[in-house]
């Protein structure tokens, strides 16, 4: 009998996601879920001993500290690959004013949008952004959330950015959850610039990349490559300067107008490309070819009202490998619940349960190069697991609005209880 620091046995529905294989699912293996019932798992420290059905893990392990999680689903934890939640105020002011007939383009161009948000971030000390991103960090852990990509991109100086960027690592290092830093200094052109946009990109290439990379405050480059924002010829040179610093690369591209931004990915190697409401043909078959990730957020079409919906189920169709994330910002997409955002990606991608699980677990962690790590409930993967308040997979999408996970596993450890009908 080996001991181990906790075993989970449930009688519901496990949904391991394991696969064989390292990689991306694509095709119709995104729709594959290996479902079981009567499961437990053994965790030692961080990481998955054995998975198996209850019986046998309770013969080969034992431990003082057995969770029994009823009839709950279980599943890895959620692994959001797109997120901006460093910032300082919110705008709600904007949501009023587009249910009111403006357009997101129109309240960017007057002033509003990103730049209002960089104007509030560069008032905030970099322990107040801290703090905020602490809360956050809470938001998405409730939500059944273990790991996020984090972007900067509200500060939009050498000083702003890098202030933003220090914010995610102290979340990092003072928080449960995981937060996979990415530079993005060209999220937009700042006021100070915008006679002079040259002399930005100049500033992020020469400046800000060369501090980031320095002091290794992140992981991944992004761009927002999209007509009235950055081009695609602007978009490849800072991308390039990125990967001679060692940076992977992520774009956000052809969300709402399609300028190319998806055959960029494609070019310049990017790990994921994200939005894609107005992709092009050409891009999902370069995007299938390179084996770029087409990171979809349904959400924030949604939140924007927007009739670009990305082309899920034709991506799927082609090849592609499909993630879904929040893209939690204050501006286009302000929730941090990857379930509200299955809901929103079956009903607009016409995508099954399954393929939406998929997305949020096994493509997600690719997009991040973690996929050997976490995303799956396999031996040897991170003990991140959560249990969670539905009958099978395709209740997640079904019952929408509301918080269905009733307990979280992070790197081994319980960190939240949040019924009381379940340990
Ligand atoms: O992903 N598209 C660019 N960036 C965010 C929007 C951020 C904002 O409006 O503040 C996005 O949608
Ligand atoms: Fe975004």
Request: glycine letters at 8%; proline letters at 4%; aromatic letters at 6%.
């Amino acid at each position: 009998m080996q001991k181990v620091d906790m075993i989970i046995k449930s009688r519901g529905d496990w949904l391991t996601l394991a696969q064989e294989q390292p990689g991306p699912r694509c095709g119709a293996s995104m729709d594959e879920l290996t479902v079981k019932q009567n499961q437990a798992i053994a965790i030692t420290e961080d990481r998955i001993t054995a998975i198996g059905p209850v019986a046998d893990i309770l013969e080969s392990y034992s431990s003082e500290n057995v969770l029994d999680w009823g009839d709950r689903l279980v599943m890895p934890g959620l692994i959001d690959p797109h997120t901006h939640p460093i910032f300082l105020a919110t705008r709600e002011n904007e949501f009023q004013m587009r249910n009111l007939g403006k357009s997101y383009v129109e309240i960017a161009l007057a002033g509003g949008g990103i730049r209002s948000s960089v104007r509030s971030l560069r008032q905030a000390s970099e322990d107040e952004l801290t703090e905020l991103a602490l809360k956050r960090a809470d938001g998405f852990l409730a939500l059944g959330t273990t790991t996020i990509e984090a972007k900067s991109g509200y500060g939009l100086s050498t000083e702003d950015e890098i202030k933003s960027l220090r914010a995610i690592r102290r979340t990092n290092e003072n928080h449960v959850i995981d937060l996979e830093p990415t530079f993005l200094g060209a999220h937009e052109i700042p006021d100070e610039y915008r006679e002079d946009r040259n002399a930005y990109i100049d500033l992020i290439i020469q400046e800000m990349i060369p501090a980031v990379a320095k002091e290794k405050l992140a992981r991944f480059c992004d761009v927002f490559c999209e007509a009235h924002v950055f081009t695609v010829e602007e978009s490849r040179r800072i991308l390039n300067a990125a990967k001679q610093h060692g940076m992977e690369i992520r774009i956000h591209a052809d969300e709402i107008e399609s300028t190319g931004g998806a055959e960029l990915a494609a070019e310049v190697g990017a790990l994921s490309a994200d939005h894609l409401g107005a992709i092009s043909p050409l891009g999902i078959e370069r995007m299938r070819d390179a084996k770029v990730v087409a990171t979809l957020l349904p959400g924030t079409s949604f939140f924007l009202n927007l009739d670009c919906r990305a082309p899920g189920r034709k991506m799927i169709d082609a090849g592609v490998a499909v993630a879904l994330a929040t893209d939690f910002n204050p501006g286009s997409c302000h929730t941090q619940s990857l379930f509200m955002i299955m809901t929103i990606a079956c009903i607009h991608y016409g995508i099954t349960a399954a393929e939406a699980i998929t997305a949020v677990t096994v493509n997600a962690a690719y997009t991040l190069g973690l996929d050997q790590d976490r995303g799956q409930l396999k031996a040897g993967m991170r003990a991140d697991i959560i249990g969670v308040d539905a009958p099978n997979a395709a209740f997640l999408p079904y019952k929408f609005g509301d918080n269905p996970v009733r307990a979280v596993v992070k790197n081994g450890k319980l960190v939240s209880h949040l019924s009381t009908s379940c340990s």
